[in-house]
């Protein structure tokens, strides 16, 4: 497995280097076969990194130790359901899963793609196929997955007993497929530069793939966060981390990309900021390559810590970026836009949270990559944390919000800002309704969890009123209501659906921000702790085995007001051949928040253990929350133009329907 595996991988090279520099000749010097040849060479590479990544798949299936990977991410304790994780758990391995998922895209997208694209798809295969052959170069030569072992070991090194998670099976996959993902949408991009086009004609494929991307990194991030929370034992859910930054920053980029894609798409404008966030967006996915590879950011989240590796991807982010970013500032000035429209618009709302976003991602960038330029200089180890990113990050969310209720309302051109605002006395009410019940509950809590909680009642409300309004709900006959619900397209259902999540999400995170109880001690059995009104009672600890650990677990009986709620039975993990220990924390979910409890540390003879005891209040709103955007992500790529693209009007069209109510 290990030869053909390694052959695999440079047969695959071979064929990246062909469709990348033939794809390009053949379009310069029009010789079509030539164009079809490195097209198929595309579809045959995804073939040949099937090949390579069931080789690997296999080698770890049969704990084949010659393997210096397959030894270093298992042994023969691990249980087999976890082989799919210990393929991806380190550098080599997520490598090859980066370059198996990348070819499967590019295959898929050149495939697919409109036939508005056809004169500069060749491009778009030669910028793909630069990037797959980048990692494949990568693995040749610096990280090969399939390295042989002079001496074969009895038994191997085992997986971080921290990734034996459910949400592994997952979280890495998704997160690094959105990731390399976003090289689709930023080649379409390229493409539509290097071949002089200076239309829309990239932006339904960019799009599409743009909603892939976004839809991965998504559920990623969540599962990243459920993980964090369930397996690290701390009660929290992100903490900025330097790692978890690297996937954050992309999204919201892309995030910023999709709502300008809208913007080319119904009003021919924006042309040049959309092509510009494209790059920057690609940037920030390859900058967070760079920061897990690099060895420069010591995390849990990091695959290696080689810096040959990481300056090897430096230099490809500064050659594709300069590189873009040249070949922007050439075309650039022909991006011209024919579309105009008033500060006071659909487009200036759009616009205006393209600005909050990137500016937000701006912000994010400075917190994670200031410690590390610190060090370089000479200037000492800091550490920028949570209340940079808090007292960054959210002022510059709360405008986001309140405009994400008003835009939907506006009309295409030039909008008015009074009728728009008036159409939302209901949100306004919903969200002082929220912030004095927030106060009325928790009178003791930080004033911006009444702003958290008054801005998610006024996005989610807000963003029923704009269905309301697309629907004529109450204004027409209830028939004709139902007529227009189900012409309602699938991106509009989709919009509704992100922006509601997102603010289903906002009172999850306020609350289990703002509100969280914590309690810590020592207990012995028959002591207990009240949290939030919830008395913990600690039955004992004892010893139990596990298929590659022993483990100590803890049982706590949880009563409210004398009534039985539930036990919880909280573990600390020993895995002896991984030397390494794991918390495992009891949780109980329910809508109002939850019970969260962990077991540490033996103290004295008596029994006693350290204990921490939780209560975070709705947490689970924000698990949901992010669902329903991830939904709403879905359904919008169902939508019929994510196939055919969307239809074109004619200018005088476009001009005569602007000062009509904003449909999409």
């Not at 890495?172 to 497929?177: D, G, I, N, W, Y």
């Not at 006959?477 to 906002?506: D, F, K, S, Y």
């Not at 809508?591 to 540390?601: C, N, R, S, T, W």
Request: charged fraction near 10%.
């Amino acid at each position: 497995m290990a030869d053909l595996g390694a052959i695999s991988l440079w047969i695959a090279l071979a064929l990246s280097s062909y469709a990348c520099i033939g794809s390009v000749v053949g379009k310069l010097r029009g010789v079509p076969a030539l164009v079809e040849s490195s097209r198929k060479a595309v579809y045959l590479l995804v073939l040949v990194m099937l090949v390579a990544t069931l080789s690997l798949v296999t080698a770890f299936i049969n704990r084949d130790f010659e393997i210096a990977y397959v030894a270093g991410h298992s042994n023969l304790a691990m249980p087999y359901g976890f082989t799919w994780v210990a393929f991806y758990a380190g550098n080599e391995g997520s490598l090859l899963y980066i370059a198996f998922v990348l070819s499967v895209m590019s295959a898929l997208a050149i495939w697919l793609a409109p036939a508005r694209v056809r004169p500069s798809l060749p491009y778009t295969a030669a910028t793909l196929m630069l990037v797959q052959t980048f990692f494949l170069v990568v693995m040749a030569v610096m990280a090969n997955p399939f390295e042989k072992l002079a001496v074969i070991p009895l038994d191997g090194q085992g997986i971080n007993p921290l990734l034996t998670h459910f949400g592994m099976f997952f979280h890495p996959p998704a997160l690094m497929a959105g990731l390399i993902g976003i090289t689709v949408p930023f080649a379409f991009a390229i493409g539509a530069l290097l071949a002089g086009k200076t239309g829309d004609e990239w932006v339904d494929a960019g799009r599409t793939w743009g909603i892939i991307s976004w839809v991965l990194l998504a559920s990623g991030l969540l599962l990243g966060s459920w993980w964090a929370y369930t397996i690290l034992g701390w009660g929290g859910f992100w903490f900025w981390d330097p790692v978890e930054n690297a996937a954050f920053m992309p999204w919201l980029a892309g995030t910023a990309l999709l709502h300008s894609a809208v913007v080319v798409e119904k009003r021919d404008t924006l042309k040049g900021w959309t092509i510009f966030l494209a790059i920057v967006t690609f940037a920030l996915s390859l900058l967070g390559t760079f920061l897990v590879r690099s060895g420069v950011l010591t995390s849990v989240h990091a695959f290696a810590t080689d810096p040959a590796r990481g300056a090897f991807i430096l230099v490809l982010l500064l050659v594709v970026i300069g590189g873009s970013l040249a070949l922007f500032a050439w075309r650039g000035p022909s991006l011209a836009s024919t579309g105009l429209f008033q500060p006071i618009s659909r487009e200036g709302s759009l616009l205006l949270n393209n600005l909050l976003l990137t500016t937000a991602a701006a912000a994010v960038l400075l917190g994670t990559l200031y410690p590390l330029f610190l060090d370089a200089v000479g200037g000492g180890k800091v550490s920028v944390g949570p209340p940079f990113f808090n007292a960054v990050f959210l002022p510059l969310m709360a405008p986001m919000v309140a405009t994400m209720a008003v835009g939907p309302l506006l009309t295409w051109k030039r909008g008015e800002l009074g009728p728009a605002l008036t159409r939302l006395w209901v949100a306004f009410a919903a969200l002082a309704a929220a912030a004095v019940l927030a106060w009325a509950v928790v009178a003791d809590g930080p004033l911006f969890a009444l702003l958290g909680m008054g801005l998610a009642a006024w996005l989610f409300v807000g963003t029923v009123v704009g269905f309301a309004e697309r629907v004529k709900l109450f204004r027409v006959p209830l028939p004709e209501t139902l007529r227009r619900i189900g012409r309602v397209p699938r991106n509009a259902w989709g919009m509704t659906l992100a922006h509601g999540g997102l603010a289903i999400a906002i009172a999850g995170m306020t609350g289990a921000g703002a509100w969280k109880v914590e309690t810590i001690q020592a207990m012995k059995p028959g002591d207990t702790a009240t949290v939030a009104g919830f008395t913990f009672t600690f039955e004992g600890a004892r010893q139990v085995p596990g298929p590659n650990y022993s483990a100590t677990r803890g049982t706590f009986t949880v009563a409210r007001d004398g009534r039985p709620v539930v036990t919880l039975r909280p573990e600390k993990r020993d895995y002896p051949v991984e030397r390494s220990l794991t918390t495992e924390a009891a949780i109980h979910p329910t809508i109002f928040g939850d019970l969260y409890a962990v077991i540490g540390d033996a103290q004295g003879s008596e029994g006693a253990f350290v204990t921490r005891l939780y209560f975070n209040p709705l947490v689970g709103w924000m698990w949901g929350g992010i669902l329903v955007m991830v939904a709403g992500g879905m359904v919008s790529l169902s939508d019929r133009r994510h196939r055919v693209g969307a239809p074109k009007t004619s200018r005088a069209a476009a001009g005569a329907r602007a000062g009509a109510p904003a449909r999409a």
